[in-house]
């Protein structure tokens, strides 16, 4: 019954258009040049959206020298580099980046003294030693110090570590920079562990099973055979660290008193790169003054640091990759 | 002593720094656990006593006592809105060119370090990109609308890594079983590639907002002040009536952006406030957070290749 009704239908279309081969094929033709258009046209919308990242970059790049190439025609690029003072705002000003770097340099130093020793062992201890339930619950608990929003980290710093530093050293001042370091030290270790424990997990079993065959404890299995094995990883886990740490900003702003101060001593109060930045953006600047202008330079500054890591850790990638 | 006990000896020494080592370990971990005991402790003790329904539905105000954090978390969430509005077609679209669609060529090889190089970009210089690109340039202003489109670049990197790793792990049979249906590349991606990776999807979408909410210096850096005590207008009310789009172009502030301002003054009535607002802000990333853990567990188990 149904099938002579399709009959009958298709029966239908045939005697009311006349079809013959070569239309259909026509027709054929038709559809799958318009569904190839379409399929075309979605690509290109696709890529476009991918492409948005370069675009980013190239923003980023353009607004960075295009304001600071007004800056350096004020201020030329030799005296920005070497100048041992920072005061931009006085009437009387100087640029010297020295300064700014200064802070950034002592703040990730006693952040990384923290973040690199602690996440190491960590990520040894995770890898290597902790059983697959300790793992499971420990790790995540872990990775939420990454999930807290580093303005509070600054809060914590500058109303809870600084006063109990202050118990053991009262002669710390109020803004200093260790407090912030330390802070910053402790939000960083799960970049490292995370990244570090991965690569040592990518080691394959049989390299550790040969050292064991050999009468080596675990202890000196994870020393001498996973962690060399595994050090491209781990070098690239640190560089993580380090950027992160140079770019770090609230903390530092909240925490280490914002004073440009040409030093690497911790007890201090110090300016930052970025806290910089932050300073300057708390004001109301005119755009186009030259302090509006020295953001940018600073900026840029920040930038060509954080790239010149980022090439450290793809040449240490890639120098120390094991290919098993 | 014989050769054996020698050996025992040796044996034990060596197991010694095993034990050694595992103590030292659990030291590690527990001076990062501990650390965030201290952190919700103290938050918690300064900041739970100013915890009140008059403290979500107030403005800030010069008086500690009576000041709340109804603009900053009105604020925080349309920022969020545009934010996602904005990240989510732009990632998805870019991870699904990339994992399906681009060819071994230069073009996808700059993409990709540009992706790769963008998740190492400091947040601040975002900031700075949005400053001379969305404020100066295209005349946005400091507004919400500026603020959603920085974050959105700034978790692009991340939305769009978390979706390549959902595709990616899409076996390809799925592919070719469509395919063999004579289904356009476009079919399959949509039909079939984006349901199932939906909740891996889902997932960097919700880590990425999380890690949004959180940001303060990019916004601080465009110039968003820290003092409002209104919010944006609401889309045709008020007099004259605001257009359905005026919320975007408004002034507005956020969660960060309050707690740094309650922080950085030296009264110490007001850093209660910032621990209570912390607290608030700290519910709110970690519960997304927590939300993400569990979608991504209660989703996986439900599909089996």
Known sequence: MRMSQTTTATDATMSSVPMDGSAKLAEYARTKAQRKRRERAIEMVLLLAACVSVFTTAGIVYI???????????????????DTQWTPLFSDAHFGIMVLMAGTVSSSLVALSIAIPLGTIIAIYL???????????LKPILEL?????????????????TPLLQKIYPDLPGFNVLSAGIVMGIMIIPYVSSLSEDAMRAV???????????????FQTAVNVVVPAAFSGIASAYILGISRAVGETMILAVAAGMQPNLSLNPLEPAATITSYIVQVALGDLPHGSVGYQTIFAAGLSLLVLTLCFNLLGHWLRRRFREVY | MNRTDELRALIRKHKRWDMIFGVVGLLALSVGILTLVALFVDMAVAGIPRLSGDFFTSFPSRRAAQAG????????????LVTAIAAVPLGIAGAVYLEEYARKNLLTDIIEINITNLAGVPSIIYGLLALGLFVYT?????????????????????????????????????REAAYACGASKWQVVNHHLLPYSLPGILTGVII???????????????????????????????????????WLFSPFTVMPIQIFN????????????????????????????????????????????
């Open chain 1, 204 to 218: 394959p079993m049989s390299l550790r099973e040969g050292s064991y065959a050999m009468g080596a404890t675990r």
């Open chain 1, 145 to 161: 110090l990454s999930g807290v929003p580093t303005i509070i980290y600054g809060y914590f710093a500058l109303l809870f570590v």
């Open chain 2, 138 to 174: 295209f005349g946005l202003g400091q507004s919400i609308l500026t603020a959603g489109l920085t974050l959105a670049l700034l978790i692009l990197p991340i939305v769009i890594t978390t979706t390549r790793e959902a595709l990616r792990s899409i076996p390809q049979h799925v």
């Open chain 1, 64 to 82: 960075l020298v295009k304001e600071s190439l007004v800056f350096f025609a004020e201020v030329p690029l030799w005296t920005f580099l070497t």
């Open chain 2, 69 to 80: 954090i109804l603009s900053a978390w009105v604020g925080s969430i349309l920022v969020m």
């Open chain 2, 262 to 305: 309650w922080t950085s003054r030296p009264d110490p009535s007001f850093h209660q406030n910032a621990a209570a607002a912390s607290f608030v802000l700290v519910f709110m990333t970690l519960g997304m957070n927590a939300l993400a853990i569990w979608l991504r567990y209660r989703l996986r188990k439900n599909i089996k290749w």
């Open chain 2, 208 to 246: 990425g907002l999380s890690r949004a909410i959180g940001e303060t210096a990019p916004i601080i850096t465009i110039g968003a002040l820290t003092f409002i005590a209104f919010l944006p207008p609401v889309p045709f009310t008020g007099e004259p009536a605001a257009g359905a789009f005026d």
């Open chain 1, 127 to 137: 890898s290597e030693f902790a059983g697959h339930k300790t793992r499971e619950i």
